[in-house]
């Protein structure tokens, strides 16, 4: 483990000295690009150890929106010549925040190592580059927002297999809009918001569930999951880095558009099965200038 955290395998570190040290660039431009399927370290030393509780260390990877959903950033905590991973087994996204760091502090870590993983493959050579820069910041959460509502919309063009008892055929639709039935109602804990909705309209049961993790500053969707089922039809779709996008009559929007939209999605489907044998099943989507996600919070 001390071979890795050698500044000198490292293509840049970090040296906190004061409590005034609370952000770090690693422009793309200056840590030279990325092949195809590599990975760059970072070393984090903290020198200066007096924060108060409550401070994040948040790591952001960019390599625009194109390159960002084959983005990974991955910490460890250096603690008696080990390396420790944090969050091992969890998600992987371009975005990483270490909670309440003087936990770590206090337990006498003071050295962290960054990787920042390129996953993305350029057929057929794999000889590709890529710039990649990383910004690390020691950041205050603020209060929770009071928001008790959230809706969302996912819009793109969808190519779908149609089924029936006789044959089966496929359909491409332009403007395909999945958006929850109603604003689901739930609460925060931290920066993360969990909620809910469930309906008995006649025949139809509507169940959903949506879980959205803001960042520090409440201006953008590090993360977005959502699924909805309404008796046989299901909607699933997990989506990350929604910016704020604007504020009207008390609801707070968040958004992305266009041909973009498709950089922010990790994954959507729909389907549908009865029992008469008719069935439908979305087997790929793609972005073009109509589409978006949309994700509305509000306090009712």
Same mark, same amino acid.
């Given at each position: 483990?001390?071979?890795?955290?050698?500044?000198?395998?490292?293509?840049?570190?970090?040296?906190?000295?004061?409590?005034?040290?609370?952000?770090?660039?690693?422009?793309?431009?200056?840590?030279?690009?990325?092949?195809?399927?590599?990975?760059?370290?970072?070393?984090?030393?903290?020198?200066?150890?007096?924060?108060?509780?409550?401070?994040?260390?948040?790591?952001?990877?960019?390599?625009?929106?194109?390159?960002?959903?084959?983005?990974?950033?991955?910490?460890?905590?250096?603690?008696?010549?080990?390396?420790?991973?944090?969050?091992?087994?969890?998600?992987?996204?371009?975005?990483?925040?270490?909670?309440?760091?003087?936990?770590?502090?206090?337990?006498?870590?003071?050295?962290?190592?960054?990787?920042?993983?390129?996953?993305?493959?350029?057929?057929?050579?794999?000889?590709?580059?890529?710039?990649?820069?990383?910004?690390?910041?020691?950041?205050?959460?603020?209060?929770?927002?009071?928001?008790?509502?959230?809706?969302?919309?996912?819009?793109?063009? @969808?190519?779908?297999?149609?089924? !029936?008892?006789? *044959?089966?055929?496929?359909?491409? /639709?332009?403007? #395909?809009? $999945? %958006?929850?039935?109603?604003?689901?109602?739930?609460?925060?804990?931290?920066?993360?918001? @969990?909620?809910?909705?469930?309906? !008995?309209?006649? *025949?139809?049961?509507?169940?959903? /569930?949506?879980? #959205?993790? $803001? %960042?520090?500053?409440?201006?953008?969707?590090?993360?977005?999951?959502?699924?909805?089922?309404?008796?046989?039809?299901?909607?699933?779709?997990?989506?990350?880095?929604?910016?704020?996008?604007?504020?009207?009559?008390?609801?707070?929007?968040?958004?992305?558009?266009?041909?973009?939209?498709?950089?922010?999605?990790?994954?959507?489907?729909?389907?549908?099965?009865?029992?008469?044998?008719?069935?439908?099943?979305?087997?790929?989507?793609?972005?073009?200038?109509?589409?978006?996600?949309?994700?509305?919070?509000?306090?009712?």
């Amino acid at each position: 483990s001390t071979v890795f955290m050698d500044p000198d395998n490292a293509s840049g570190e970090w040296v906190i000295g004061s409590g005034a040290d609370t952000e770090k660039d690693f422009p793309s431009g200056s840590i030279g690009p990325y092949l195809d399927l590599s990975a760059k370290l970072f070393k984090i030393d903290f020198k200066y150890t007096d924060f108060e509780s409550g401070v994040n260390l948040n790591l952001t990877a960019d390599g625009g929106v194109n390159l960002n959903p084959a983005i990974a950033v991955l910490a460890f905590a250096f603690r008696d010549g080990r390396l420790e991973p944090f969050n091992a087994g969890g998600s992987r996204s371009r975005f990483l925040e270490i909670p309440d760091i003087r936990n770590y502090l206090n337990a006498g870590v003071t050295k962290f190592l960054v990787a920042v993983v390129n996953s993305n493959t350029t057929y057929p050579s794999f000889d590709g580059e890529a710039d990649i820069g990383l910004t690390a910041r020691l950041t205050q959460p603020l209060p929770s927002p009071d928001f008790n509502r959230c809706g969302i919309v996912v819009q793109v063009t @969808t190519h779908t297999t149609y089924t !029936t008892p006789d *044959t089966s055929y496929e359909r491409d /639709s332009n403007g #395909v809009k $999945f %958006s929850s039935w109603a604003k689901y109602e739930g609460g925060f804990s931290g920066n993360t918001f @969990t909620g809910g909705y469930s309906s !008995t309209i006649g *025949t139809l049961v509507i169940t959903g /569930s949506i879980t #959205v993790v $803001f %960042s520090d500053d409440h201006q953008r969707l590090l993360s977005v999951d959502w699924t909805e089922t309404k008796n046989a039809e299901v909607v699933s779709f997990s989506g990350s880095d929604i910016p704020f996008y604007y504020q009207a009559h008390g609801t707070h929007i968040f958004q992305v558009e266009g041909q973009e939209t498709c950089g922010h999605i990790s994954s959507l489907s729909h389907a549908q099965s009865v029992s008469d044998g008719l069935s439908y099943s979305m087997r790929s989507y793609d972005c073009l200038w109509q589409s978006m996600i949309y994700v509305s919070f509000s306090k009712e």
